[in-house]
């Protein structure tokens, strides 16, 4: 009955749909980027586990970045509006989103490109990309488990887990045959 109950919470579907979808394709392409960083770019397989390195490098300049862009948001934003945007978790959801999929656009036109590209420059950008997505998403699901029903936070929280969980598993499943 609770589950059911937040279901019919249009902020928390979205939210759950959200989670599922974008953490379908954030456990994904870390299956497929190996395999294409040997195919295209003739990596080896120590060189191309090597890639990871540097996307989770990526991930915590991500981090770090809305972490500096929240901290200034709270001490400057109620005088500038410029840094009260800063520190919209959600717009840094958004934007990481946006992000990750110009880095996964430019992957994509790597492959066309005769391994001319400067594949770890975009595999640090996608993972900057990932952080400042999972550290916006991880702060708005936060937030939104306040919002709804009463007493139903640890519902949300569950069902948002759920959510990840199955799409990660998913994610490997759909990474590897990809």
Same mark, same amino acid.
């Given at each position: 009955a609770a589950l059911t109950q937040v279901w019919a919470e249009p902020v928390a579907r979205r939210f759950t749909i959200f989670v599922f979808v974008s953490m379908l394709a954030y456990s994904a392409q870390d299956l497929i980027l190996e395999p294409f960083?040997?195919?295209?770019?003739?990596?080896?397989p120590g060189a191309s586990t090597q890639l990871a390195g540097v996307q989770h490098g990526g991930?915590?300049?991500g981090m770090?970045?809305?972490?500096?862009?929240g901290a200034l948001s709270a001490q400057w934003?109620?005088?500038?509006?410029? +840094?009260?945007?800063?520190?919209?978790?959600?717009? +840094?959801?958004?934007?990481?989103?946006?992000?990750?999929?110009?880095?996964?656009?430019?992957?994509?036109?790597?492959?066309?490109?005769?391994?001319q590209w400067p594949l770890k420059a975009n595999v640090f950008?996608?993972?900057?990309?990932n952080g400042a997505f999972s550290i916006g998403a991880i702060g708005?699901?936060?937030?939104?488990?306040?919002?709804?029903r009463h007493r139903r936070e640890g519902v949300r929280m569950g069902l948002w887990g759920a959510a990840q969980a199955v799409?990660?598993?998913?994610?490997?499943?759909?990474?590897?045959?990809?």
């Open positions: 960083a040997g195919q295209v770019f003739g990596y080896s991930v915590l300049l770090l970045l809305v972490a500096a862009a934003g109620a005088r500038h509006g410029v +840094w009260r945007a800063l520190g919209s978790l959600r717009g +840094w959801a958004v934007a990481g989103c946006v992000a990750s999929a110009l880095a996964l656009f430019g992957l994509a036109a790597a492959g066309g490109s005769g391994g950008l996608l993972g900057v990309a708005s699901m936060m937030r939104l488990a306040n919002e709804g799409s990660f598993g998913l994610g490997g499943l759909v990474g590897t045959a990809a």
